[in-house]
Nanobody, 122 residues
């Protein structure tokens, strides 16, 4: 199975910036990569999506502040977060859906990272 490693979370003051990374192991392609977040006591929320064609979508709450991008050579997807607000505080998860090269050929996968904490202080 494809392993995802997220990084880049931390503590930042309101108005600050962070860049999250989601790196996938193995020889992978992707159909779509999503960033979700979950705040304490709340349901998991879809924040941003990037497709294989390069299309991007964002939750209304982060439009104009967050940017999702990819580096195919590094098998990495990024979430640049600017103008952070206290309400952005959550654990952020990467979800990667695509194909991976196996001993028997290409296989579909749908993997989740373990999450990275983002805390924005007021």
């Amino acid at each position: 199975q494809v392993q995802l490693v997220e990084s880049g979370g931390g503590l930042v003051q309101a108005g600050g910036s962070l860049r999250l990374s989601c790196a996938a192991s193995g020889s992978v392609s992707f159909n779509a990569v999503h960033w979700y977040r979950q705040a304490p006591g709340k349901q998991r929320e879809l924040v941003a999506t990037i497709t294989s064609g390069g299309s991007t979508n964002y939750a209304d709450s982060v439009k104009g502040r967050f940017t999702i991008s990819r580096d195919n050579a590094k098998n990495t997807v990024y979430l640049q977060m600017n103008s952070l607000k206290p309400e952005d505080t959550a654990v952020y998860y990467c979800n990667w859906r695509g194909k991976v090269v196996t001993n028997t050929g290409l296989a579909d996968f749908d993997s989740w990272g373990r999450g990275t904490q983002v805390t924005v202080s007021s």
